[in-house]
């Protein structure tokens, strides 16, 4: 767990923290004690995909430190300008699989609503940095049309929120989302796809934790931890009220260069994950996005990772190895084992 906590954040709302999130390359360098040699390639590369990362996420990153694990995860470097053959601006293929404004349908008996383009911090290898969020603007039109998809189809059971980041919308807006989705008889499951509980773990208050418990539908919430430095006690306290709440917690990660693509992060993720009552979920090879190569593991590396975790671990914290590949009808699994 990291131990770099600095300033002692003061009594404000998730709301105002999230507004007083870092955007500025020359206050992050400032803050974490940085070389000013680093601000023209920081501004240059934020120029495409904007800097954003909140205190509390700040607070757990080591001061002076460039290769810190989760600075990486949110510092824009020069490799991001970079043309790399066989990388896409929609690699997981989300624009054929768009049924109606804000809604994809990939698989059987689930769909995808894009929530909200907003994010509580821009993670430089995100899958949907090129996403067009502005033709899917959750009008009032648009959301009553997706109303009336699901509707018309009584397979679709389950319905994954996601953007974006749909724990960035306020209370009230969540609410009258999933009291519209609970009318619809045939769904069972909502899912919830957020970062937000990780860096800002206030946005998980009272109004949030009553609204799931209280729902019709059966709620998982997968969220977003590449490394353990990001679970610090704040995160494991709002994690356990989700879980006292009736929540079913999972975790996906990314396998990136330089932050966890060595078997002991890992391994120290998956413990320090169920310490937080959360189980390991999935582990994604990269989407191969546009401005995220340097992030890429090769797959030799990645299935001796996965060999490695596979000895040192008990079968339920190790995470599935899986691949998004456009126009597949499930996400695929990669074979783990290595030649001898």
Partial sequence: MSQYKILPLAPVSWQQLQA????????LLRRLQLPASLLAEIENSSLAFSLRVP???LQRIEPGNPDDP??????????????????????????AARNLPGLLHKYHGRVL????GSCGIHCRYCFRRHYPYNDDRLSDDHWQGILGYLREDPNITEVILSGGDPLTLSDQRLQNQLQDLAEIPHLQ?????SRQPIVLPQ???????????KSRLQTVLVVHVNHANELDGEVKACMQ???????TLLN?????????DDANSLCELSERLFECGILPYYLHQLDRVVGAAHFEVDELQTRSLMEELRRRLPGYLVPKLVSEQAGAAYKLPLDVSIST
């Avoid at 007083?20 to 206050?27: D, F, N, Y």
């Avoid at 490799?79 to 790399?84: F, K, P, V, W």
């Avoid at 609503?113 to 909200?116: N, S």
């Avoid at 009220?241 to 929540?247: E, M, P, V």
């Fill in 252 to 260: 996906q990660s990314v396998l990136l260069r330089g932050v966890n």
């Fill in 241 to 247: 009220q989700l879980k006292q709440a009736g929540i």
């Fill in 113 to 116: 609503i894009i929530t909200t």
């Fill in 20 to 27: 007083q999130a870092i955007r500025s390359p020359e206050q």
């Fill in 203 to 213: 946005r998980v208050n009272d109004e949030l934790l009553q609204m799931l418990a």
């Fill in 70 to 95: 989760l600075l990486r995860q949110i510092l824009p470097l020069a490799e991001e300008l970079h043309t790399t053959k066989g990388f896409s601006c929609d690699p997981v293929g989300d624009g």
């Fill in 189 to 193: 499951r909502l899912r919830i796809h």
């Fill in 55 to 57: 205190e509390p996420y």
